[in-house]
């Protein structure tokens, strides 16, 4: 009966110390649609761009206090108003102002001890003079005492004496030299604190960068802000970029220097700018590449957060990209079918072959399922699945790459 309870024991305590196996980890991501399009134009894409600023910036306060003063322009009903967001400025203006009497202070004290720092290092000068004239004194003096002193013609007491003068001169001038290299060390130290207390003062002042447009006011008259405080923000205009993004398969059909049209849905009617951009890795989520298209603006008439449209004639690309793309060049307007190209994976059982994950349900909840796919052409950002799919399948349109074949998912609203 021991044995058996024995036994019993250790079968518990083994069943106890065995590891649970570890759940797999739920991924989040987004869904989507097969969708099916009516493809017009087959060796034309076209993408959607947004205008940018050629630079931003955020103006932070240097020198803290309380504001005093703000620029103030003239506004559309005749009246004069602190600046705000949609002026446009010049470069070199005076935003705002932190109140400078502080800073000043500091300025005037510091001058102050500058003054005090000159005053003692010409003191020092003029010790160091007088202890030199005072050696040269002693040092003849000591000379011809040493020269009587060794033709027996004077006394020991008297050597001895001008050689105690003799070394107290020379003493006399090395602490005066060093008082000297003391008071040019104040001096520099106290031209510093001029200077510095020069710029803190300055730095009361924000000042616009260059020429722009206000984008930003984050301050007002009275408020209180230290270093690093954003003031303002404000873009340059002159120049806009036209950003869109595009697939490995259409990098071929861009290159720097490219002029470029951008076609401008408010303005109705294309601009024309230069391909200056390239990103040189894809986006790890999207997988594709960002361009940027730099577009003359001197009549300031494209703003940023403005959409356009950039199409691309993609008849030079190399036909092997995918696969099974189209050789032919048609312009066929079939319908196709599309998916994101975030949704395009390598098949997980060919290596050399594409899929995509299908969402299925099961017991309410979601699961990653690999579907091999044959790919076509792209149209933007989409890519055409040429078999595999069928409209209207829910798919895995963002976070694919992430994803095992089976594997539970947690679906973004």
């Known amino acids: 009966m021991r044995n058996v309870l024995l036994i019993a024991a250790a079968l518990f305590l083994a069943s106890c110390g065995k590891e649970k196996p570890l759940e797999p980890a739920i991924q989040t991501v987004r869904a989507g649609v097969v969708e099916e399009i009516q493809a017009e134009g087959a060796s034309l894409e ?9 630079a931003k910036v955020d103006l932070a306060f240097k020198s803290g206090g309380i504001v005093d003063g703000i620029l103030q322009v003239r506004g559309a009903d005749g009246r004069t108003r602190d600046v705000q967001a ?6 070199g203006a005076a935003l705002a102002q932190v109140r400078p009497l502080d800073y000043q202070n500091s300025l005037d004290q510091a001058e102050a001890r500058r003054a005090q720092s000159e005053a003692q290092l010409a003191q020092a000068h003029a010790q160091l003079a007088q202890a030199r004239a005072n050696f040269a004194h002693a040092d003849i003096d000591y000379a011809r005492a040493n ?15 001008a050689k105690a003068q003799y070394e107290e001169g020379s003493a006399s001038v090395a602490a005066a030299e060093a008082a000297v290299k003391a008071a040019e060390a ?8 001029v200077k510095e207390a020069k710029l803190s003062l300055g730095d009361t002042t924000l000042r616009a960068p260059f020429s722009g447009w206000i984008s930003a006011r984050n301050v007002d008259r009275g408020s209180l802000v230290g270093g690093a405080t954003v003031g303002f923000s404000i873009v340059d205009t002159h120049l ?4 869109f993004a595009v697939p490995d398969t259409t990098l071929s059909t861009i290159r720097l220097g490219q002029k ?20 040189p890795q894809a986006d790890p989520q999207s997988r594709v590449f960002s361009i940027e298209v730099t ?9 940023p957060g403005m959409i356009g449209s950039i199409t691309l004639d993609n008849q030079k690309r190399d036909s092997q990209t995918w696969g099974s793309q189209r050789r032919d060049g048609s312009s066929d307007s079939s319908p196709r079918l599309v998916v994101p190209l975030s949704a395009v994976v390598r098949a ?23 579907q091999p796919i044959e790919a076509g052409q792209t149209f933007g950002n989409s890519i055409e699945v040429t078999r595999g799919l069928t409209a209207g399948q829910k798919i895995i349109s963002i976070g694919s790459a992430q994803v095992r074949d089976g594997q539970q998912v947690n679906i973004l609203p």
């Not at 076209?46 to 050629?54: D, G, H, K, Q, V």
């Open 46 to 54: 076209r993408y959607s761009a947004s205008i940018e600023p050629f």
């Open 86 to 91: 949609g002026d446009q400025v010049r470069n």
């Open 147 to 161: 020269n009587l002193f060794q033709s027996a013609s004077l006394v020991k007491p008297q050597y001895d004496q």
């Open 186 to 193: 104040g001096v520099a130290n106290a031209h510093a604190a």
């Open 240 to 243: 806009v970029k036209a950003v």
């Open 260 to 279: 470029q049209p951008v076609m401008l849905d408010a303005l109705q009617h294309a601009v024309t700018g230069v391909i200056t951009s390239i990103a």
């Open 295 to 303: 577009v003359e603006n001197s009549r300031e008439d494209v703003r």
């Open 348 to 370: 997980p059982a060919d290596p050399k072959g594409f899929a995509v994950f299908r969402i299925t349900g099961r017991d309410g909840k979601s699961y990653a399922s690999a």
